[in-house]
């Protein structure tokens, strides 16, 4: 299922939620580089993740390409 169907579901929602802010959400000062692999049909994988991370990270973002982007704040 791409992530975009997982996330129409509310109980997909949450699941995707709890995920990022555990294992986004509070990263050790010693962190620079978060790196994810996935495309998804159409880049779908890429344009998902960035919002789901927008909202729980938070922080300045920045649309480098089509499959990557970058947000500034680390702790």
Do not use: H
């Not at 699941?15 to 580089?33: D, E, S």
């Amino acid at each position: 299922m791409p992530l975009g169907g997982f996330l129409a579901d509310p109980w997909g929602q949450q699941v995707v939620r709890n995920c990022t802010a555990r294992f986004l959400g509070n990263l050790p000062m010693a962190t620079k580089l978060v790196v994810l692999f996935g495309f998804g049909k159409n880049g779908s994988y890429v344009n998902e993740a960035e919002r789901v991370i927008r909202t729980v990270r938070g922080g300045d973002w920045r649309r480098l390409s089509e499959v990557a982007y970058m947000w500034i704040g680390m702790e």
